[in-house]
């Protein structure tokens, strides 16, 4: 189904309630890039205050959570909704899923960015960590953003940045425990550098998920657990009939 057809399907039918709905969730997109952005530039401004900001908008990360659902449960209830809308609503449940986690992870980096403030920074002043989490803050900017234009092109090129995300974990992983073994007194901070590694690796995780419904709502294709070649071969073999 074409980008045009769903949104005239749904413009036809019900349109304020799912579109509230849809607003409700790239609301809560936002705040979790706010919050991760925060927690991302804790690495770089050393800042022990970043875990209690971080802390305060992710209350209200949970609660739109709760709100959407009762939202979407309301009008699974009440409009029977097929089709289109009914994609739609699957995508929303399972997306605000992989978005409170993007949040519980953003919290777990903000507290270990605290603790990182007080400690004596490595001369590369955590270059590589830094890199790492810019790199996973781009890949959640650019899923809210194809998920609020649903643009699938866009939805693919965060699927292959997953691929560097998981190639940067392994390699600053290795690293660490290099650093160990090579010096005992860097054991507590390496720890903690894998920790916040971890944490983005799984965000990234996320981002993806949050990508393959969105290919799934405009193409009614799952594409979970498929080569990103397959799915590019998919998308265009569809495009063409």
């Not at 509230?20 to 925060?38: D, F, H, I, P």
């Not at 289109?84 to 992989?98: A, C, G, V």
């Not at 649903?150 to 392994?170: I, P």
């Amino acid at each position: 189904m074409s980008t045009e057809g769903l949104t005239h399907h749904i413009s036809s039918r019900y349109n304020e309630e799912l579109e509230r709905v849809r607003g409700s969730v790239l609301g809560m997109g936002s705040l979790v890039e706010r919050q991760l952005a925060a927690a991302v530039g804790g690495i770089t401004e050393p800042d022990a205050g970043v875990i209690v900001r971080v802390a305060q908008e992710e209350l209200r990360v949970n609660q739109l959570e709760r709100q959407i659902d009762e939202d979407c449960s309301r009008i699974l209830a009440t409009r029977s909704p097929t089709a289109s809308d009914l994609r739609l609503i699957i995508t929303i449940l399972k997306t605000i899923t992989d978005l409170e986690r993007i949040g519980d992870e953003g919290e777990k980096i903000a507290a270990i960015v605290a603790r990182l403030a007080t400690r004596e920074r490595p001369h590369n002043r955590y270059r590589e960590l830094r890199n790492l989490g810019e790199l996973v803050l781009g890949m959640v900017h650019d899923t809210i953003g194809a998920f609020a234009r649903y643009e699938t092109e866009l939805a693919l090129e965060v699927l292959r940045r997953d691929r560097k995300v998981d190639e940067e974990y392994e390699t600053i992983h290795r690293q660490n425990i290099t650093f160990m073994m090579e010096d005992p007194r860097s054991i507590r901070r390496a720890l903690d550098v894998m920790w916040v590694v971890r944490s983005l690796e799984r965000i990234g995780d996320h981002s993806k998920n949050i990508c393959e419904y969105l290919i799934y709502l405009v193409h009614g294709k799952d594409v979970r657990h498929t080569r990103i070649e397959d799915i590019e071969k998919d998308l265009l073999a569809a495009a063409r009939v």
